[in-house]
Each structure stands twice: as C-alpha cells, then as structure tokens.
C-alpha cells in the first residue's frame, strides 16, 4: 500500500492523468508546444487498457494497422505488425517502443494515482493531489483516463470467502497465472469472457461459463500480416489516415478486417430465399450486413432470426445452443464482439455453460459457486464482469471546479459537457475521448490523435491570444447534450429493451444515459474544427470568464 506523505507544492504547464496511448501522445505534443507537463500513472507502465487487460485472448477488434499512430511518419514505416488484429502483449510492446522512441518515461510517474483535482479560482490554477502525497499545481489538467478503466465486481455474496484464486479480466497479474489442468470458472460473456473462453478452454482442466445474458459475437478474421501487406499498407499509409479521420467510425477497412462504413442494402426487401441465400454465404456476416438491423426493429428481430440459425449449426448441444441464443434485446443495442471460436469452444469436453437465467447465484463460498440449483467447484474465479464506463474512472477522482462544484455531481443525471472535451464549471480541464464524443463508438486511435491535437491547437491559440482559462458556455454545453441525445434516438442502442454499458445500465444506480456521440468521426472532427476556427465557439476564454460565474 502506498503510503502518502504530504509533500510540496510543484509546478507544472499541465497535469496530464493516464500513459495510455492518449497520455502517451499528449505529453509528447505538450513538449512539442514547449511546455512542462508531468503524467500520473497508476500502473507501474504504459499502456493503459493494453496494460491492465492482459487476459488470455485480449486482442483488439480493429485492425493493428489502423489501430496504431498516424502522428510520425517513420514511427509508421518501422513498426511491423504481425497479425491482422493484434494481441494484447503486442499492443502494449507498441505503446512501450513509442514511449521509448519519445523519450516519454522521464515525465511519467508511474504506481502513483490521482485522488483529487481542486480548481483555485484565485490562482486560476488546478491543485492535483495524488496518493503518494503529491501536491501538484498546473493551470491545465488533461484527463487521459481512459473509457474503460474503471473494472467492476459484482456484488455476489461470500465473494471473499473463496480459498482458490480470484481473479478478474481487466486486472490480470503481469506475472501471469497458470491455468493448466485448474478448474476455472469464468463469470461474465461480454468481450473479454468471449475472447478468454476459448483460450482457457485449451489449458485448464474443466471451463465453467457462467452466463447471464448470451452475447451477440461475430468471428474474427485475424490472420497473419504478410511481408506483401505490410509493404502495401506501408506505401499507402497518407491515404489510410486520411479515410480513418474522414469516416465513420475511423476505420478505412484496410484487408476488410473490420466492419467500415455502415452498409446501405435493407434485409427487410429480401424474400425468405433470399435472406437464406445470404445467411448460407456469409453465416454471422449476413447479421451486420444490413442498414435497416440498426434502425427498424422489424428487420432486426429478423437478423436475430438468422443469428440463432447460425449458432444452432455451430454448437452442437441443442440445448447449450439455445442457451447461448440471444433473444431479448436488438443485435446492435451493446458493442458487437469479436471472437475468435468462442461457439466452438461449446463442443469441448471440458467446456460447460452454466444459465444464470435458469439458476442464479446464490452465493460463492470456499470450495466454490453455488447456485439456485448446483454447488461447483473450482480451483481459479476469473471475473470478467465489465467496466463503469465512460465516466467511472472521472467520477473516482475527487474533481472540483468553480465554487467547488464536483464533476460527479455536476454528472449525477448523466455525463453533461461541449463536445465531450470540456464541463461547464471546469475550466481548463480537458477530458480525451469523454463521453458526448465519438469514442468507445469509434478506432479509439483515431479519436485519441484528434482530441490531443484539438487541445494541443487550443492551448498554442491561447498562449497566442493570451487567454488563461476556457471552458464552454452552459448554452453550447446544452445544445451539445441535446443534440448528442438526439442523435441517438431511434437507433437500437437506445431501445427499450437494450441495457448495455454505453447507457450505464451494467453499474446498479448509474443514471440511463446513452454516453458516446454517435454522429460519426468525420462529422464529429468536421465540428471540433469550425469550433476552433471560429475562435473556440461556444468557449468562454479568458477574460469573459465573468459572464461564466454570473450565470
Ligand atoms: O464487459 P461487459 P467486458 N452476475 O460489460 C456479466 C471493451 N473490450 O469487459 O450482460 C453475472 O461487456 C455481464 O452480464 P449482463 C469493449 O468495448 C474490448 O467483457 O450484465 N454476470 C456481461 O456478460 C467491451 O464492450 C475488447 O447480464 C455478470 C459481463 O459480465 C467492453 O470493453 C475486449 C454480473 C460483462 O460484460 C467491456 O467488455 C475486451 C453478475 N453479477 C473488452 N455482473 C476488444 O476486443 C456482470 N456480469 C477490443
């Protein structure tokens, strides 16, 4: 444990929290600007979510070419990927050479976090504590806290009481742990449970899944990246980039390893022939293959139709197929995941599944877990029970800004900003890739590089224009909730029966609330600019400030 010891006050340009690839990219473009900034890091490296998320099978779900920086060119050119979509430990072996190649360590604080951030209307500077009793003064903080950062438990009885290892996904030890032959039960089918399954089904002893809600998951189409890729890839990087910022949700569709642009074709029109034509050739494909799944209930629960069909042809237990079906909430309502042979891993011996529906907890007691029907045991309890996202990791730090307005209160009813980088009440607190900002809807890179340029554009802006504080306007803090809700609606993310993390229905009390801006990287890219050419719109620089404490 940490042991904090009140230290003196140090000071900086800008506070930036997280050494993910957000902290990562910020600090090297604040000593671009010439400025000091220091990072807080909690964990011992950098990283971030490739840093914590080091489960058995975590892989991203956007192609290792995409999903990587555009922001130096022969970073790009020396960086060879090895698959199609990358491995966790090869993730985290980019983000530590692109801290090495930077030089970015020497300002980065590593095992240490952030408690508090106190904005000081008389010094119009932010006072950032830290567990280690640090004191840190800046007139800027940057949050690079990430949007899946804050891992949750659930509340099961007897959690505690269990005498074998417990362990959970976003928080697996850097040392690793050996699974070989061990009976392991794994709680939770989101992405991290999908893409583990199949992993700890090969070494351990027996797989127990225990399932709450089946998940919609589409088959990876990872593959080894070829000489002939890479080189093509190379050659054509300027264009990759420019598509990605230019897209939908910041992918180009580079080998077609990921889904792109939405599609245009309706399911809806296509007679029963038809739509098991397309089902034959494409199997779960044929379910995102069309525009009118994520708008028109009617061809949705059609898709789901299809979907069920495939996972009846995949698992050859009836009854464990039946079981993996989802059937009460929309495809596109939560994150699709990505697998890879996770229905197959159904038709192993050593894997079992395990309804919560038919069977809840009752409680996990020494030996194991026992439900309303079974005691199980086990020898290892992997948690793979999901995130507060989006706002949890801010809402752990104690922030306050003008007249001590803390940002979790300010946040009670739902996460409330100007284009998901900055709060009313807040000034000069930036928040990368925050909710009402295209995010986790979109290639987390992509998005990363446009916020810390935007905020690195206005921070040069002030210097120039002489501005000590921004902050948005309550006005364009309003239009911007509303139109980030607007357009939202009608889309299955918000259906009635969808409750998924987006809308913080996973974290019991979290106010319904559909965090990510859904207009698109492009658009949303498009806006941020005219913002700041015409002048930071909707900001309240400097001297205006008056007119922000009157309101
Ligand atoms: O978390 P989740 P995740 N009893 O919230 C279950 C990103 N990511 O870590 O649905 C029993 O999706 C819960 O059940 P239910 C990606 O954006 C990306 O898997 O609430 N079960 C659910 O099944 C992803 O969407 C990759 O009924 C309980 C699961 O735990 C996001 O992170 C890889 C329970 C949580 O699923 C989160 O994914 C991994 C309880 N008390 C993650 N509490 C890539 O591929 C919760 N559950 C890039």
């Not at 192609?63 to 993730?91: C, G, H, R």
């Not at 952030?114 to 504590?129: F, H």
């Not at 080894?224 to 990087?237: C, G, H, I, Q, S």
């Not at 919560?356 to 086990?378: C, H, M, W």
Request: proline share 5%; glycine share 8%; hydrophobic share 35%.
């Amino acid at each position: 444990m940490t042991v904090a010891v009140e230290k003196e006050r140090e000071t900086f340009d800008v506070v930036v929290v997280g050494a993910g690839a957000a902290g990562l990219y910020m600090l090297h473009k604040l000593r671009g600007l010439g400025m000091r900034a220091v990072v807080i890091e909690a964990g011992d490296n950098v990283g971030g979510t490739w840093y914590w998320n080091r489960y058995p099978g975590a892989r991203c779900d956007v192609t290792s070419v995409e999903y990587s920086f555009s922001f130096d060119k022969e970073l790009e050119q020396e960086w060879n990927w090895s698959e199609l979509m990358a491995s966790q430990p090869e993730i985290e072996r980019y983000m530590n050479h692109v801290a090495d190649r930077f030089d970015l360590r020497r300002d980065i604080r590593f095992e240490t976090r952030v408690t508090s951030a106190t904005w000081a209307e008389g010094s119009r500077r932010w006072l950032v504590t830290t567990d280690r009793g640090e004191n840190l003064v800046a007139p800027q903080v940057v949050m690079a806290t990430g949007c899946l950062s804050s891992p949750l438990k659930p509340d099961i009885d007897g959690m505690d009481a269990f005498n074998g290892t417990s362990i959970q996904t976003s928080l697996w030890p850097k040392e690793g742990i050996d699974l070989t032959g061990k009976r392991v039960a794994l709680i939770g089918t989101g992405s991290s449970g999908v893409q583990s399954t199949p992993e700890i089904a090969k070494i351990a002893g027996h797989l127990t899944v225990f399932q709450r809600t089946p998940t919609y998951t589409w088959p990876s189409m990872n593959r080894p990246l070829t000489e002939e890729d890479l080189a093509k890839v190379k050659a054509n990087y300027e264009t990759l980039r420019e598509t990605q910022r230019k897209s939908r949700v910041g992918i180009a569709g580079s080998f077609n390893g990921a889904l792109i642009e939405p599609p245009t074709a309706k399911l809806l029109p296509l007679s029963p022939e038809e739509r098991q034509e397309v089902l034959d050739k494409y199997g779960f494909g044929a379910t995102r293959m069309f525009a009118d799944i994520a708008t028109d209930m009617e061809a949705n629960i059609l898709a789901r139709e299809m979907y069920a069909q495939v996972v009846r042809k995949m698992v050859h237990d009836p009854e464990t197929a039946r079981k993996l079906t989802p059937i009460d909430y929309p495809i596109g309502c939560k994150r699709g995941v990505v697998d890879q042979d996770y229905f197959e891993s159904f038709n192993r011996e050593n894997v079992t599944l395990v309804d919560l529906r038919d069977e809840p907890f009752v409680a996990v007691n020494e030996t194991g877990i026992k439900t309303t029907k079974s005691q199980y045991d086990f020898d290892v309890i992997v948690y793979a029970t999901g995130f507060d996202a989006m706002t949890g990791a801010l809402n752990k730090i104690d922030i306050r800004g003008r007249g001590g307005e803390k940002l979790k209160e300010k946040w009670a009813d739902g996460p409330r900003n100007y284009l998901g980088l900055m709060a009313t009440g807040f000034p000069n607190l930036f928040t990368i890739t925050g909710p009402g900002s295209p995010s986790v809807l979109s290639n987390m890179l992509v998005s990363i590089e446009q916020h810390v340029d935007w905020i690195t554009d206005c921070l040069a802006f002030m210097r120039a224009d002489g501005d000590e504080t921004i902050e948005p306007s309550l006005e364009a803090e309003d239009r911007w909730v509303d139109h980030v809700n607007q357009v939202a609606e009608g889309t299955m993310y918000v259906a009635p029966s969808c409750n998924s993390w987006y809308l913080g229905a996973n974290v019991p009390g979290k106010v319904r609330q559909f965090m990510p801006y859904i207009g698109g990287v492009g658009a949303y890219r498009q806006k941020c600019d005219e913002v700041a050419a015409k002048g930071y719109e909707g900001f309240v620089l400097g001297k205006a400030r008056e007119a922000v404490g009157a309101r």
